[in-house]
């Protein structure tokens, strides 16, 4: 249950900060100079979603537990990181390790804190980042095809389209562009991810601005939009100081102090949703009085798959799902009217799970 993303950019573009305010912590030190992050830090932080509430609400739930997000915050990689630059390709191991990579690009002046390439300069900065990951993919799938060459030989049908995988890839690259955009059809789908390339990840923009940006954007982030845009990425305009200075609050202080800024949620809640997107999930519930819990999978995945990420038993000797969809369930109050009024479902192993599915699996073993 639940993924990771890693938080990546140059030095002194903000990662930290997000970081911080993101996971409600200060376990990531901020500091005005390059590489204060010596090590990848990683929070977890609990998914905000006011269906989860609601569902406690109704059934009194003694526990509620939402999914869970990690982000792992990963020292500013600079020109010439994959050739061992600054502190290097030490770092580039995290990153391999997420599910996807937030791109944190610094789009707004500030005198006070410098910038490694001397100037601001958002698009330039994506490129240089991109193209060190590029360097370090193309190298890895190199050594790869120069060692399974002799392999070939002995007829491996499943190393051959390994191979085939790897040389697609390689040549998108040696194109110029990241792994990402890659032609590969479903059955390859598991082999590109095998491969754990670091341009091969869902992308997301973090676009840090000033205060008085934080709600429209300026013009260095539609510039990045613009990018993202073109990329099929996802992009998302944040205030890191504004961040920093809501995870100090309390509820009530949030909703004030982000309404005065024309802001409607926190930075925390668009990077979440943007994040599901990126990596296509949905979410499903279970809920009772001893526990309402949020879950998620792949959109696309059978009941049986979500009945897994429960417990490997009940994706097994899965029977049924017994489902109310999240709007039934609402408008019933509880689950007894809703099987009362012909709301609850039995779906089979063919099911195709929804957002906001509320199930109870039948299962034997």
Request: charged residues 25%; negative net charge; hydrophobic residues 35%.
């Amino acid at each position: 249950m639940g993924f990771n993303i890693g938080i990546v950019g140059l030095p002194n573009v903000g990662k930290s900060t997000l970081f911080n305010a993101l996971t409600q912590t200060q376990s990531a030190e901020s500091a005005n100079y390059p590489f204060c992050t010596i090590e990848p830090n990683t929070g977890r932080v609990g998914v905000p979603d006011e269906r989860l509430n609601k569902l406690a609400e109704l059934n009194n739930s003694q526990k509620v537990i939402a999914n869970q997000l990690e982000f792992v915050d990963i020292a500013g990689l600079v020109k010439g990181a994959s050739k061992g630059e600054g502190l290097g390709n030490q770092f580039l191991a995290n990153i391999r390790e997420t599910d996807a990579i937030a791109h944190v690009l610094r789009c707004f002046e500030n005198s006070d804190i410098t910038h490694v390439e001397g100037s601001i300069d958002p698009i330039r900065d994506a490129e240089i980042i991109e193209t060190e990951l590029m360097i370090v993919d193309m190298e890895n799938l190199e050594k790869r095809i120069s060692n399974m060459e002799k392999r070939l030989k002995g007829g491996d049908k499943a190393l051959a389209k390994e191979f085939d995988v790897i040389k697609k890839a390689l040549a998108t690259l040696n194109s110029g562009q990241p792994a990402r955009n890659t032609d590969i059809c479903e059955e390859e789908q598991k082999i590109f991810k095998s491969l754990c390339l670091l341009t091969g990840k869902p992308l997301l923009y973090v676009c840090n601005v000033e205060e008085e940006s934080a709600s429209s954007g300026n013009s260095l982030s539609k510039l990045v939009q613009e990018k993202a845009k073109a990329e099929n990425a996802q992009c998302v305009i944040i205030s890191a100081g504004i961040e920093e200075e809501v995870a100090q609050l309390d509820d009530e202080e949030k909703v004030e102090f982000l309404s005065e800024l024309g802001l409607q949620e926190t930075g925390l809640k668009r990077v979440i949703k943007a994040g599901f997107k990126l990596l296509n999930r949905i979410t499903f519930f279970t809920a009772g009085p001893q526990e309402a819990r949020a879950w998620d999978v792949k959109q696309g995945s059978t009941a049986p798959n979500g009945a897994g990420v429960i417990h490997g038993d009940f994706e097994r000797g899965f029977i049924c799902a017994e489902t109310i969809s999240y709007d039934d369930y609402i408008v019933c109050g509880s689950e007894t009217k809703a099987k009362e009024l012909g709301k609850m479902r039995q779906e089979g192993k063919t099911y195709i799970i929804k957002d906001g599915d509320i199930f109870h699996f039948r299962f034997n073993v």
